[in-house]
T-cell receptor
């Protein structure tokens, strides 16, 4: 039982390049989330998916798109990377069985945009 | 505006020296408050969920408490392996899928 996995672990991009961050969970959770973590800012929600087939914007969605491919997988796409998107990206999932959701996080993807 | 503030930003303790971390929150209806531990270069690891004022939860040397305005993470007789950043987050009732995280407290326990 791997929990939440993310690929790649580390990526360097040039400004304007595109890439997709992959996330998968094997806990049969319904909800999935993408966060970014920057020094002094705390974790900020980019997008979330409450269930398969639905996605919604979080606090900082500009410059990103997401796809909930199936119940297990939730990807985050940067269409045209900018230096401001240099960050650590975390994927999380939660069961969405109760009103209070406990989130479980992946190991993160460290992205550097030059 | 919903927000979470953690204090102190950093804390250095001698091994065995007990202390508390604070998480103050303002949220329009609290659905849940969460504590996470984050080690350098890793993702946050879930510790506790607190649902209502007066609730307490314990795990080894850690004890989390909740009031209507803040939560405390008490660390009793810490060991060097407790060194990490501790994050607090709240889930608001009005925006059920939105979670607000504090910036964390970086704890260092010196042998």
């Amino acid at each position: 039982n791997a929990g939440v996995t993310q690929t790649p672990k580390f990526q360097v991009l040039k400004t304007g390049q595109s890439m997709t961050l992959q996330c998968a969970q094997d806990m049969n959770h319904n909800s999935m989330y993408w966060y970014r973590q920057d020094p002094g800012m705390g974790l900020r929600l980019i997008y979330y998916s409450a269930s398969e087939g639905t996605t919604d914007k979080g606090e900082v969605p500009n410059g990103y798109n997401v796809s909930r491919l199936n119940k297990r997988e939730f990807s985050l796409r940067l269409e045209s990377a900018a230096p401001s998107q240099t960050s650590v990206y975390f994927c999380a999932s939660s069961p969405r069985e109760l009103a209070v959701e406990t989130q479980y996080f992946g190991p993160g993807t460290r992205l550097l945009v030059l | 505006e919903d927000q979470v503030t953690q204090s102190p930003e950093a804390l250095r303790l001698q091994e065995g020296e007990s202390s508390s971390l604070n998480c103050s929150y303002t949220v329009s209806g609290l659905r849940g408050l969460f504590w996470y531990r984050q080690d350098p270069g890793k993702g946050p690891e879930f510790l506790f969920t607190l649902y209502s004022a007066g609730e307490e939860k314990e795990k080894e040397r850690l004890k989390a408490t909740l009031t209507k305005k803040e939560s405390f993470l008490h660390i009793t007789a810490p060991k060097p392996e407790d060194s990490a950043t501790y994050l607090c987050a709240v889930q608001a009732a009005k925006t059920g899928n939105q979670f607000y995280f504090g910036t964390g407290t970086s704890l260092t326990v010196i042998p």
